[in-house]
C-alpha cells in the first residue's frame, strides 16, 4: 500500500460518526464482556482451548493484515479487506465458544450474504462504507455540466471522467484514486470530473455504461474535444479487470 498521508484526526473522526465503523468497533468490543462472562462459566480445559484458537485466529489475521498491507493501493479497500477478515476469525471464534453467539456475529457478515433478511438489508444499508471524501483538482459534474464542458470546448481539450456510483463496493475501494491521479497529472490540457451515476443513473446509458447484474463500475472516459478517445475497462470486456492507479494511468498515458 502506498504510504498516502492520512490524518489521524480524521480517521478518528470517521470512527465515531460513521456508521459503518462505529457498528463494527461495537461488534468486535462487545467480544471482550461475553469473553469475560464467559471464562467464568466454561471448565479450565475449554479455557485453554478456546484461548489457544484466540491466539491462532490473532496470528493468521496479523498475517493476512501485513500482506494485504503491502498489496493493497488503497486505504479504503485495505480497511474493508482487514475487517471482512476480522468478521471471519470473530465468527470462527464465536462458533467455538457457542453457535448462538456465531449466528449473532453472522449478521455483521452482511456485504457477504447472498440472501438478506430484512434486518440485515437494514444494517447493511445503514452502514456503508464511507468512500474517500476528496476530489484533488478533479471536478464533481452532473451530466447536463458534463456536456456542457464538453460541447463549449473552451476548457481543456482532454476531459477525463471517472463514472461511478458509491453503491458499489469496488467503486468505495478505488475511490481514492481518481483525486490522486487528478493531483499529478492534471494541467491545462487535461482536466478531471466525476460523474456519480447513484445520482444520475440516466447517464448510464448516453455514455454506454452497463448497470445492474453486469455492472461495469467505475468507468473511466477520455474525450477530446466532446469525442470519446478511449475507456477503462473496455465495454466488450467479458469481466472487470482488477482497478489499480497503475492500469488507469496506461491505459490513458498517450493522452498526454
Known amino acids: 500500500m502506498e504510504n498516502n498521508q492520512y490524518d489521524p484526526i480524521t480517521m478518528l473522526n470517521q470512527m465515531v460518526s460513521e456508521p459503518y ?24 480445559h475449554f479455557s ?18 501485513v500482506v494485504k498491507m503491502v498489496k493493497v493501493e488503497a486505504w479504503e479497500a485495505f480497511i474493508a479487506d482487514t475487517l471482512f477478515f476480522a468478521k471471519i476469525f470473530l465468527v470462527g471464534i ?34 456503508q462504507q464511507p468512500a474517500y471524501q476528496g476530489l484533488g483538482t478533479s471536478n464533481q459534474l452532473t451530466p447536463l455540466q458534463l456536456e456542457a464542458l464538453l460541447t463549449e470546448g473552451n476548457t481543456s481539450r482532454f476531459w477525463l471522467v471517472e463514472f461511478r456510483a458509491l453503491s458499489s463496493s469496488t467503486c468505495v475501494h ?24 447513484g445520482l444520475f443513473p440516466n447517464a448510464a446509458e448516453k455514455y454506454g455504461i452497463s448497470l445492474g447484474s453486469n455492472e461495469k463500475l467505475p468507468t473511466y472516459i477520455l474525450f477530446e474535444n466532446a469525442v470519446e478517445v478511449t475507456r477503462f475497462p473496455e465495454v466488450d470486456l467479458a469481466s472487470n479487470p482488477p482497478i489499480t492507479k497503475s492500469k488507469i494511468f496506461s491505459s490513458f498515458k498517450p493522452m498526454g
Not at 48 to 65: G, M, Y
Not at 96 to 101: E, G, I, Q, S, T
Not at 114 to 120: A, D, G, S, W, Y
Not at 176 to 197: A, C, H, M, Q, W
Request: charged share 10%.
Open 174 to 197: 478505488t475511490s481514492r484514486f481518481f483525486p490522486e491521479l487528478s493531483i499529478t497529472y492534471s494541467n491545462k490540457n487535461l482536466s478531471f470530473g466525476i460523474v456519480d451515476l
Open 94 to 127: 464465536a462458533l467455538v465458544m457457542d453457535y448462538h453467539l456465531a449466528l449473532w456475529y453472522t449478521l455483521f457478515l452482511k456485504d457477504q450474504i447472498l440472501v438478506r433478511p430484512l434486518v440485515v438489508r437494514v444494517i447493511y444499508i445503514l452502514t
Open 21 to 44: 465503523y462505529l457498528f463494527h468497533f461495537l461488534a468486535f468490543f462487545s467480544y471482550i464482556p461475553v469473553r469475560c462472562s464467559a471464562s467464568q462459566i466454561i471448565s479450565p
Open 48 to 65: 485453554s482451548h478456546l484461548l489457544h484458537r484466540e491466539i491462532q485466529a490473532a496470528l493468521a489475521f496479523s498475517v493476512l493484515t
